[in-house]
């Protein structure tokens, strides 16, 4: 009987957040055992700006080929560039 | 950046509280694109009878074989019955 | 001291919200004898798409007479329907 | 298909816990005019203390008779007593 | 490794949104002694409307000078005058 | 009115949740101009093993000197260690 929330930036299509309740409730599914019929899941979608990761705004989804995050690629490519030099 | 939070009821062992979050993380990894480094997750256990669904509490967590939930089984067999008496 | 919050889908009136959040307080005060200063509550609304009951998105709220959920009454026939024939 | 969740301090009964679960699911029947079988309640339990509310940590629940509580029946008086000074 | 949300009023600027969450950042990193790394923030936005406070809609959000409430001002003030009347 | 939510892990005493508690709120007073009655506030405490950040477990709280978290300060160091070697 989970309940699953998921707060997750704007600008995902229809289609992108379809699979991500379908692997979510699948994955409750799997582990839990739990019937399908007791698995309840919504996603909270609100600019990246409104979530703060390690004391810094996450940019908006930029989406790329593939339904790859363009902006998150970025800023993780700079983390590792900073975390590399400390 | 996805925060995911799955309210459950009590009783489930570390094993399948990991295999639970593992799932989960690479449900939002697969269904993003998201890196695995800006998933955060969050467990939250309360006994079942803080659940209520359609107005029923849920019986509590009963481990059966394979991790199925004996109670759940019950319930959900039960309701079937019900549901095709209408 | 409660904090109530309540994920509904977008469409419905400021009518229909006022009852509901009225209608969830006084429930809150009869049942727990707080004093109605330390209750707040907070609606967040979504698309229903956004909802995922057992595996399925959650149609659009269709308003039909009286605040009936015209979407939700289809959805609810079909799955007597469906569960009556398993 | 509403979510409602509740954070609520410890202490309270499964009598009074079933009541606060029933009327906040018949409030949301009432209000929103959605089937019974579409409601999902989770009632979260923490100590008083997690709560802050105006900067004061929440008293522990007393119970009084008939389910009053009567920690935070003191805290409003001593509130109103202050407001009225002011 | 804090995760920490917080549903506001719609109407704020980016920049007092970016206060809002370097200021609770820093709360965390001070009183718990976790590396802001692994704080995690969510601003969830919706009307005033839909948040109910003591029984009563919260009016939308009026900005004044300094980034001050204008309608929550007003609120304030009258409720200050009707608790010194009881 | 702000509504503040904050999960964090068992373990921590009284005195630091008062401090956590009182930034928060504070946090909140400085940043949005808000008087301090509608600032409302719940921390939920579970195990660190219900915490999984980037898909790990985080260990339990361990209380060192001067209310250091050590086991978040032990994994802080291993992961600026593999990052600095990717």
Do not use: W
């Not at 309940?3 to 409730?25: F, P, S, V, W, Y």
């Not at 902006?71 to 400390?86: C, D, F, L, P, V």
Request: proline content about 6%; some cysteine; overall charge negative.
């Amino acid at each position: 009987m989970p309940i699953i929330t998921c707060d997750i930036r704007n600008g995902r299509t229809k289609e992108q957040k379809h699979q991500l309740a379908m692997q979510l409730t699948e994955a409750v599914v799997e582990a839990t055992g739990c019937d399908i019929d007791h698995i309840f899941l919504v996603m909270r979608e609100m600019p990246g700006f409104n979530f703060v990761d390690a004391g810094e705004h996450v940019p908006e989804y930029v989406p790329g080929p593939d339904g790859m995050d363009m902006a998150g690629h970025e800023q993780i490519k700079s983390r590792k560039e900073k975390a590399s030099h400390n």
